[in-house]
């Protein structure tokens, strides 16, 4: 037992190693490229320090499933390189206790990435853009226009940090007919409802004979409406947002399918924030099994480059399903989430056939 975990702990710590090298080795190189590229529209040595910050955390994610593969292939190779593999071994340990560290440790970073969509780390790129252009203070979206429950709402002016709203008009329908309209020159987002001060209320009649009463005019101090309209939920949804935690990919999809709106790219969003990045954790059961342990039964070197460049095609297969999926051409559950339960269910048949075998 005292063997098992010594052997444990080595071959976790040589992957981490391996993993944290490729990662942040390529994110730097990402956002050093992109940094050279840009540098002379960023003004200010803070402002290039958090650019380069910004992007640099963009480029983890989106690189994360490619180093957690490609530091399983340096650690095993290292591994075969110092003969530790064939010592485990020929110490009685099988492939399946020595996968289990790769596995252990892949799964668990895996669901930390997945738990970092769930925060602002989903908005890096976002905020390196507003530093190239400039953009500071609070967020101000024009000009919006929605349709909610059986209300249509325009507003002029949105602030989403700070759950207001200026310049508001609600055009409340009843069976097709419009029966209200409500102005407001200022709405606050307070206990999951809107409420416009010094509302404007204009009641429209029902005309049903000649010398019926003809529209109302009255006035609120608070009025309440749009219950459960969140107003960053709000801006992502109705403007094509690219960019979601994942609780707001729930909210938003929960808001679209009470309005009977189309769900897709949300759907989509969800599926690769939440579901694809597992796809590494199959291929490292793969690759890992499939990699023989004698060095000098076949060259590491076209070994390493094989699956490396198997990583980066399924990779990037994913990722253009990913965009097919956004645009509405493909439908998420039959691209990006099939791809990857065919890779989880091909570590499994791989795991069991090989790892009884050296």
Do not use: C
């Amino acid at each position: 037992m005292e063997y098992l975990v010594r052997m444990f702990r080595y071959v976790s710590w040589l992957y981490l190693k391996s993993f944290f090298l490729i990662a942040f080795s390529l994110s730097f190189l990402f956002a050093g490229l992109d940094y050279l590229q840009n540098v002379e529209r960023l003004h200010g040595f803070n402002i290039k320090v958090l650019y380069l910050f910004y992007k640099s955390a963009y480029a983890f994610d989106l690189l994360f499933p490619l180093a957690l593969v490609f530091g399983m292939i340096l650690a095993k190779v290292t591994l075969i390189r110092s003969n530790a593999l064939l010592s485990f071994y020929a110490l009685g340990f099988s492939k399946k206790k020595v996968l289990a560290p790769f596995f252990t440790v892949s799964l668990l970073l895996t669901l930390g990435y997945v738990g970092l969509h769930t925060t602002s780390f989903v908005d890096a790129d976002i905020q390196a853009k507003h530093l190239m252009e400039g953009k500071k203070g609070v967020a101000v979206k024009k000009d919006l226009f929605v349709k909610y429950d059986e209300s249509f709402v325009y507003i002029g002016r949105l602030i989403p940090e700070r759950q207001e709203a200026r310049d508001l008009r609600l055009y409340q329908m009843k069976k097709g007919r419009l029966v209200r309209i409500v102005y407001g020159k200022r709405a606050t987002f307070r206990e999951d409802h809107w409420t416009i001060d010094d509302a404007k209320i204009v009641t429209l009649p029902a005309v049903e004979r000649l010398g019926a009463y003809g529209f109302r005019v009255s006035h609120a101090k608070g009025y309440e409406t749009l219950q459960g309209f969140k107003p960053k939920i709000l801006t992502s949804v109705f403007e094509g947002r690219r960019y979601y935690t994942i609780q707001a990919a729930y909210e938003a999809f929960r808001l679209l399918l009470s309005q009977h709106l189309d769900t897709q790219k949300v759907r989509n969003l969800f599926y690769h924030m939440a579901v694809t990045p597992f796809f590494a954790i199959a291929l490292v059961i793969i690759f890992f099994l499939a990699i023989p342990p004698y060095a000098r039964s076949f060259n590491l070197f076209f070994v390493s480059f094989v699956l490396s460049g198997a990583t980066l095609f399924v990779w990037g297969v994913l990722y253009l399903m990913f965009r097919i999926g956004r645009s509405g051409i493909v439908i998420p559950e039959l691209g990006s989430v099939t791809i990857v339960l065919l890779l989880i269910v091909a570590a499994a048949i791989q795991f069991v056939r090989r790892s009884e075998r050296i």
